[in-house]
């Protein structure tokens, strides 16, 4: 089942021109692809798109994208935008098969309050913002939520701690960090700090050693 229907139009020209244009009158340029199809260049309406693309689902909604007499279940696998205006300037369509997997990016979502982490004055760190999974296109979760409200300085959440719905396959090794609770900033400078002064006076120790090795080896001969 489709989340919403979006109605692209057929182009024939191509080109940076063209496709400035349509943009001009509101409209994405973009084009349909998959076993069996195309690719076909086509354009859409930008508020259709935008419209399609604001649902929980996201990236990931199961879209109809009908083109004259044809319709097709696509996800929008690509979204150019604007380098500094951020507006779409082109949308990949990929024709999917709703009983066959896919891949997809799902959001990683941190839920909760990490009260004893604030009162340790840690600071919380998520190092993972997206999973990779495979799926059939209705099943894609929305997201994952991770509770970090048991965090505390130097435990952490994992991908081990997701939970993965029936159907849904993560490659990712379930040892991943997603967030960990880091100790106080000025803690870990310091700490970095005597690391590099200790790396520091390793390497001047050694360098030293050499050096009277050398001196050695030379009086010796």
Do not use: W
């Amino acid at each position: 089942m489709t989340d919403t229907t979006i109605v692209a139009d057929s182009r024939t020209s191509v080109g940076t021109g063209p496709a400035r244009r349509l943009r001009s009158q509101g409209r994405i340029p973009g084009v349909v692809y998959g076993d069996g199809v195309g690719p076909l260049a086509v354009s859409v309406e930008g508020r259709d798109l935008r419209l399609a693309m604001s649902t929980p689902a996201g990236l990931n909604a199961v879209l109809s994208v009908r083109v004259g007499n044809d319709e097709y279940t696509a996800m929008a696998r690509e979204i150019q935008r604007h380098p500094v205006r951020g507006t779409v300037t082109h949308v990949d369509f990929q024709v999917v098969d709703p009983d066959r997997a896919v891949t997809a990016d799902v959001s990683v979502v941190l839920v909760g309050e990490p009260v004893e982490l604030h009162h340790q004055d840690g600071v919380l760190e998520q190092q993972l913002f997206s999973v990779t999974v495979r799926a059939k296109p209705s099943e894609i979760p929305q997201h994952f939520e991770v509770d970090i409200s048991q965090l505390v300085v130097g435990s952490s959440v994992r991908v081990s701690d997701l939970t993965i719905p029936a159907g849904v396959e993560v490659d990712l090794d379930p040892e991943t960090t997603i967030a960990v609770g880091q100790p106080p900033r000025v803690v870990r400078e310091e700490a970095e700090g005597a690391e590099a002064a200790a790396e520091g006076e390793a390497a001047a120790a050694e360098t030293e050693g050499g050096g009277t090795a050398e001196g050695s080896s030379s009086q010796e001969s």
